[in-house]
C-alpha cells in the first residue's frame, strides 16, 4: 500500500488497540461503576413506588369483582417508597412548602348524613352507598333516591332530582355520564316474590327525566346522547329513542347475561354457557357498534375459545386474564396479539394510549397493539397508609387515608411527584370496575373525591355502611373511573384546609367510625 504525500503511516499498535481506545474505556467503566453507586445511594431519597398484586388468580379476582358490585364502592391500588414509607409521606413536606401545583380545582358542601369509616373506605353517606360519574362537563352524585348534577368545571349545581315510581327499599347504583344526557341505575324487587330487579332512568341535561328503561342487574347504559341511549338487557342489547322511546335496534346475546367489556363507542360482549358469573370459557365475542347497531362474531384463530375471562378492552384489543397473565387478542380477527405471564389488568389510559398491568409488585404501562413494555413503577412492597387509583395522561393519583390525607398526581415518566394537595381528610374515591362511572372522567384530568372536613364528637351510634347496604341487590355495573360533584349549593374554593373537628383527635375514627358534621366533594386536577 502507496503512502500518500504528507500523511505518515500509523504505526499499529500491540494487541490491536490503540492507547486512546483503551482510556476511552476505562473512562466508560469508571463512570458506569459512579453512576450504579450513586444510584444504590440515593434509590431510598428517590422514593420510588411500587405497586401490589391484585392477585394473579382469576377465580380471585371474579370474588373482588362480585364484592364491588355488591356494594364496596373503593377499590385502590397500594403503594409505598423503596426505602419502606410511603411516598406520599415525603409527598406532604413538599406539598406543604409549595414545591409543586396544587390539584385541587374547586370544593362543594355535600348534603344528607354522611360517616367516616376507617380504612380505605373513607367518608360515605350514613345510610346506603353514594355513586358518582363525570364526563362532557357534567359531573353527577347518587345515593338514595337522588340524584344530583354539577358544572365540572365549576361545581355550580345544575339540578337535582328525586327518583320516583320505585317500591321501598330501592336506590340508586350506578351513575354515567354521557353527552346530553346521565342515567342512573336503580335496583329494586320487583313482583310478589320479590326478585331482584333493575332499571335505568335517563335525565337530560337539563335535569328533565325522559326515560326509564329495564336493564340486566350487571348490565345498565352502555352508550348516550342527546338522541339516544344503549341498555344492557338480560337476553339482549338495546338502543332507544330518547324522543320517542321507540327502539332504534336490538341485538340478542343469549339466554343468560353476560360478561361485557367497552372500548370506547365499541361493546364486546361474551358468548360463555356460564354467562356472567362463570364466564370461562369464552368461545366467541360480539363486536357490537353503539351508534348504529352493527355487529360482529369474533372467534378465536387458536383454539376453540379465548385463553381466560374477558378482563379489558382498549383501542381495539381485547385482554383475557388467567392463572397464567394475560393475552391480548384483536377484536377483529380474533388473531391472538401478545401475552405477558403473571400480570394483571388494572386500567388504561388515553393520552397516550397505554394498558395498565400489574406484575410482581411493578405497575407496567404496556402498548396495547404490540404488548411492549413503554413504562414501569417499581419500589417496594405494599403498605397500606398510601394508593395509586388512576393513570390520566401519564400521571398516576394517589391518595393517602385517614384524617391527614393527601392527593398526589406522580408523573410516570418523570418518576416523581408533580402535583398535590394537602389536607384532604378521610378522602372516598369512587370506584366502578366496568371503568364507564366514578370518580376518574375517562376524557379528561378530571377527578372528584369525597372528604370530611369536621368530625362530630363521640362515637358512631348508627352501623356504619358496608357491601350490603342499600338497595341490597348488586348494582351491576356501579361507579367507576369518572369525575363527579355533590348534592348542595356549590361555593368555589382554591384550595381545602384541613380541620378534624373542635374536639376530635385525628385518629378519633379509627376504631368503629364517626358522623362528619362538613361532608365536603373535592375535584382534582390530574
Not at 409527598?91 to 358542601?109: I, K, L, N, Q
Not at 362463570?278 to 357498534?289: C, E, F, K
Not at 401519564?394 to 410516570?412: E, F, K, N, S, T
Amino acid at each position: 500500500m502507496s503512502q500518500q504525500p504528507g500523511r505518515p503511516v500509523a504505526k499499529r499498535p500491540r494487541g490491536g488497540v490503540s492507547k486512546r481506545t483503551r482510556r476511552r474505556a476505562s473512562r466508560r467503566f469508571l463512570r458506569r461503576r459512579a453512576w450504579r453507586r450513586l444510584r444504590r445511594r440515593a434509590g431510598g431519597a428517590l422514593g420510588r413506588i411500587r405497586l401490589g398484586t391484585a392477585g394473579s388468580s382469576p377465580r380471585l379476582r371474579r370474588w373482588v369483582l362480585a364484592v364491588v358490585l355488591l356494594g364496596v364502592a373503593v377499590l385502590p391500588y397500594p403503594i409505598q417508597g423503596a426505602s419502606g414509607s410511603p411516598p406520599a409521606v415525603a409527598c406532604r413536606t413538599a406539598c406543604r412548602a409549595g414545591s409543586v401545583p396544587s390539584m385541587v380545582r374547586w370544593t362543594v358542601p355535600l348534603a344528607g348524613s354522611w360517616d367516616v369509616v376507617p380504612g380505605l373506605t373513607g367518608t360515605v353517606p350514613s345510610a346506603g352507598l353514594a355513586y358518582a360519574a363525570v364526563g362532557d362537563g357534567v359531573a353527577a352524585v347518587g345515593h338514595g333516591l337522588t340524584l344530583s348534577g354539577y358544572s365540572a368545571s365549576t361545581g355550580a349545581l345544575r339540578w337535582r332530582d328525586r327518583l320516583t315510581g320505585f317500591p321501598a327499599g330501592a336506590a340508586i347504583v350506578s351513575v354515567r355520564a354521557w353527552p346530553g344526557e346521565v342515567t342512573a341505575g336503580v335496583s329494586y324487587r320487583s313482583g310478589r316474590a320479590g326478585a331482584p330487579a333493575r332499571a335505568e332512568v335517563v335525565i337530560s341535561d337539563a335535569g328533565v327525566q325522559t326515560g326509564r328503561y329495564q336493564a340486566a342487574r350487571f348490565g345498565g347504559t352502555v352508550a348516550g346522547s342527546a338522541q339516544y341511549t344503549v341498555i344492557i338487557g338480560a337476553t339482549a342489547v338495546t338502543s332507544y329513542d330518547n324522543a320517542t322511546g321507540h327502539v332504534r335496534w336490538k341485538r340478542a346475546t343469549g339466554k343468560v347475561a353476560q360478561a361485557w367489556r367497552l372500548d370506547g363507542s365499541t361493546l364486546y360482549m361474551a358468548e360463555s354457557s356460564g354467562g356472567f358469573v362463570g364466564s370461562d370459557p369464552v368461545t366467541a365475542l360480539h363486536r357490537i357498534d353503539l351508534a348504529t347497531g352493527s355487529a360482529l362474531v369474533v372467534r378465536p384463530l387458536e383454539g376453540a375459545s379465548f385463553h381466560g375471562t374477558l378482563a379489558s378492552a382498549w383501542d381495539g384489543v381485547v385482554l383475557f386474564s388467567s392463572s397464567s397473565g394475560i393475552t391480548a387478542y384483536s377484536g377483529t380477527t380474533g388473531v391472538r396479539l401478545w401475552s405477558i405471564a403473571g400480570a394483571v389488568p388494572e386500567g388504561t389510559d388515553s393520552r397516550p394510549s397505554r394498558v395498565y398491568l400489574t406484575k410482581g409488585s411493578d405497575l407496567i404501562g404496556v402498548a396495547p397493539q404490540t404488548g411492549r413494555i413503554v413504562s414501569t413503577v417499581s419500589g417496594s412492597a405494599v403498605n397500606g397508609s398510601a394508593g395509586v387509583y388512576v393513570v390520566r395522561g401519564g400521571v398516576a393519583l394517589g391518595l393517602d387515608q385517614g384524617a391527614r390525607g393527601d392527593a398526589w398526581g406522580y408523573d410516570i415518566t418523570a418518576q416523581r411527584v408533580t402535583l398535590a394537595a394537602p389536607g384532604l381528610p378521610w378522602p372516598h374515591y369512587f370506584v366502578d370496575l366496568t371503568g364507564v362511572g366514578g370518580s376518574a372522567d375517562s376524557t379528561s384530568d378530571t377527578v372528584v373525591i369525597a372528604i370530611c372536613e369536621q368530625l362530630a364528637p363521640g362515637s358512631l351510634t348508627r352501623p356504619a355502611p358496608s357491601a350490603s347496604s342499600g338497595a341490597g341487590t348488586a348494582p351491576g355495573a356501579g361507579t367507576a373511573a369518572g369525575g363527579s360533584s355533590s348534592s348542595a349549593p356549590a361555593s368555589t374554593a382554591p384550595a381545602v384546609t384541613p380541620s378534624p373537628g373542635p374536639s376530635v383527635s385525628p385518629s378519633a375514627a379509627a376504631s368503629t367510625g364517626q358522623a362528619c358534621l362538613r361532608p365536603e366533594l373535592v375535584a382534582l386536577n390530574l
